[in-house]
């Protein structure tokens, strides 16, 4: 298991050559790209920067706490 000090973000890496394709913050996904960044919550699909692999997140499950319903 890989840990960085200080960093609690789960960074979103490409699943075939690992390039960093954004980092997944709470329930949304940062993606940064020259001097834009881009946060992007929900289904979020793209190709790898290095090999052109398609890669996908779902952002609600990268959020680790339950989300609350009203009822
Ligand atoms: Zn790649």
């Given at each position: 298991m890989q840990?960085?000090?200080?960093?609690q973000n789960s960074q979103?890496?490409?699943r075939k050559c690992g390039a960093l394709l954004?980092?997944?913050?709470?329930?949304h996904v940062e993606?940064?790209?020259k001097t834009a960044v881009y946060r992007v919550r929900g289904e979020l699909a793209t190709?790898?920067?290095k090999?052109?692999?398609a890669n996908f997140v779902?952002?609600?499950?990268v959020q680790p706490r339950r989300e609350r319903r009203c009822a």
């Open positions: 840990t960085e000090s200080g960093q979103w890496r490409c954004g980092v997944a913050d709470d329930d993606i940064r790209y190709d790898c920067r090999c052109g692999t779902d952002t609600r499950n």
